[in-house]
């Protein structure tokens, strides 16, 4: 316990979070790296998501692929990455991008599938066209589970940005990498308990969010996307 | 092909990390889920944890970890608990699904025929639940094994040490090749989980 309050002391010191490099800094970062990773991901796969949805080609390809890459060790695609493109931050972002698609993807076609097919029948029988179809039936009724998705790729995103420090880059891996380094238990494992806490505290959001959208009229009650990191 | 008896070693000390806590994972997870379904303040308690604990990055939890139990860092004891611990973030909710999906009725036929609880659950609810655990199961295992690999930045060896040691020399074939391996570690015991699943629930095969 001597090393907790150690960390703990570490992480309460005003010098550690102040200054460029210091964790308010390399949180920043790590927020930063997130929300890049995760809003590129989501540019490419929710159209392709709801389109798989929607018309129900390329499914197979698509769970597949999610399945592909809940087995790819994420420390290899990172420093594969780190060899092809050089050390600095291309090469974890597109890593993360990588591994933030296919979750995104399937809470996207998993959620507009979700959608009961009566209803979409109905939807057609008013003449509604495959886009009002899309955008007034199918993605309200299947938002939770579209950021279900989104939920999943923060979480697995927030993670694997940890260890973007292995390979150059910055966020919060930064302190942890260098306190494993230099043998200084407290700071990794003060760094350690920030990327936990920040974790918890993304995915507390999303909790927040989707409980709010549950009591909008309209959208359906369930809940979250479980996968592997 | 010189490299193949190092690469075969990474392997074993993959799997002897990976298996302990696929098992470990699956077995506590039973307990914990028929515990969940039958006490309704327990299953909060439990549910929440084990969601709390799914929203845990692996890295940090393998440095927070030692203070908790008393390993060491780089321990082949830690680096298994902790993945036990992801495992079970992700099997005790699948293993509650499933053991909550078996119907009433057949429970309540099962009492009528004079089970006992725990009789009940043995020949009746685990058989009726072994194909969605089965399912569970799988995850978990895929996810363990990909997973072990993170522990290599900590030193521990498995087929994630040929992502560190290739990166810091700058062999793409090592890396290549860890990942290749992986996966097909990966493929391989879900082909296993799946024919152990046929040979022990011979009436799931559809």
Do not use: K
């Not at chain 1, 990172?78 to 933030?100: D, M």
């Not at chain 1, 299947?142 to 923060?154: D, E, K, Q, S």
């Not at chain 2, 082949?76 to 973030?89: D, K, S, Y």
């Not at chain 2, 969605?132 to 799988?138: E, I, K, S």
């Amino acid at each position: 316990m001597n090393h907790l309050s150690a960390a703990v002391d570490w992480l309460l010191d005003a010098q550690t979070w102040t200054g460029p490099g210091q964790l308010g800094a390399r949180a920043t970062e790590h927020l930063g790296y997130t929300a890049v990773a995760v809003l590129i991901a989501a540019v490419i796969a929710l159209p392709a998501g709801l389109a798989i949805g929607h018309t129900g080609r390329g499914r197979a390809a698509a769970v597949l692929s999610s399945g592909a890459v809940r087995a790819l060790p994420t420390l290899g695609l990172l420093t594969l990455a780190a060899l092809a493109a050089g050390v600095g931050l291309v090469a974890p972002l597109i890593a993360l991008v990588v591994l933030a698609v296919p979750s995104i993807l399937a809470g996207a076609y998993a959620g507009v599938e979700s959608v009961d097919r009566a209803t979409v029948d109905a939807a057609r029988a008013q003449g509604m066209n495959a886009w009002q179809v899309l955008w007034r039936v199918e993605v309200p009724l299947g938002l939770p589970i579209v950021i279900g998705g989104l939920r999943l790729a923060v979480l697995q995103v927030t993670a694997t940005a940890t260890l973007a420090a292995y390979v150059g880059a910055g966020g919060l891996g930064r302190p942890l990498f260098l306190g494993l380094r230099t043998y200084d238990y407290p700071m990794m494992l003060g760094a350690s308990l920030v990327v936990i806490l920040l974790a918890i505290l993304l995915d507390a959001c999303f909790e927040v969010v989707q409980r709010l959208l549950s009591y909008a009229p309209g959208l359906a009650r369930t809940g979250r996307l479980r996968e592997a990191r | 092909m010189a490299n193949a008896g190092h690469i075969l070693g990474l392997t074993g000390a993959h799997l002897q990390l990976s298996l302990p806590a696929i098992a470990a994972a699956f077995l506590l997870s039973l307990p914990l889920a028929r515990l969940a379904n039958r006490l309704r303040p327990a299953r909060a308690l439990i549910l929440g944890g084990t969601g709390l604990l799914y929203a845990v990055p692996s890295l940090p939890l393998f440095i927070v970890l030692p203070v908790l139990i008393g390993t060491g860092v780089r321990d082949t004891l830690n680096v298994i608990v902790a993945l036990t611990l992801f495992g079970l973030a992700l099997m005790v909710r699948s293993a509650a699904d499933a053991l909550d999906a078996v119907d009433e009725d057949t429970r309540l036929a099962a009492t009528a025929l004079g089970h006992s609880s725990r009789g009940r659950f043995w020949t009746v609810e685990l058989p009726l639940a072994g194909p969605a655990l089965l399912a569970g199961l799988r995850v978990v295992s895929v996810s363990t094994i990909s997973l072990v690999s993170v522990s290599a930045v900590l030193g521990v060896q498995s087929l994630g040490s040929l992502f560190t040691d290739g990166f810091q020399r700058g062999i793409v074939a090592a890396v290549a090749a860890g990942i290749a391996m992986t996966v097909l570690l990966a493929l391989l015991l879900d082909l296993l989980l799946v024919l152990l699943g046929r040979l022990l629930m011979p009436w799931s095969r559809r």
